[in-house]
């Protein structure tokens, strides 16, 4: 059963800065994709950033500059480095990751439960 679980969310003001990190578990071939996206109340979930592969990497025009995302293959983590957060940065973010499960199987998406932050103006 893999399970992708997220930490880190909580309160800030505005201009703060937070981390977010989200652990991949379970049995699996390889991690082929890792990310983040955001629901704010009302709004559609959105793609916030991704990795693919080990390094390439992709921001919404929202965030770049001011968010970095990160990954850690030794032990299946993927981090958001969040500053200068702004009060519209506020929603739940899910951690997501595109898994091959065995050898020549193709892709399946994996998502967190969510993790919420809130930032103060």
């Known amino acids: 059963q893999v399970q992708l679980v997220e930490s880190g969310g909580g309160l800030v003001q505005a201009g703060g800065s937070l981390r977010l990190s989200c652990a991949a578990s379970?049995?699996?071939?390889?991690?082929?994709?890792m990310g983040w996206y955001r629901q704010a109340p009302g709004n559609q979930r959105e793609l916030v950033a991704i990795?693919?592969?080990?390094?390439?990497?992709n921001y919404v025009d929202s965030v770049k500059g001011r968010f970095t995302i990160s990954r850690n293959n030794a032990n299946n983590t993927v981090n958001l480095q969040m500053s200068n957060l702004k009060p519209e940065d506020t929603a739940v973010y899910y951690c997501?990751?595109?898994?091959?499960?065995?050898?020549?199987?193709?892709?399946?998406?994996?998502w967190g439960k969510g993790t919420l932050v809130t930032v103060s103006s």
């Open positions: 997501y990751a595109g898994l091959v499960l065995r050898v020549g199987w193709n892709s399946v998406t994996y």
């Open positions: 379970g049995s699996f071939f390889r991690i082929n994709t």
């Open positions: 990795i693919i592969g080990d390094d390439s990497t």
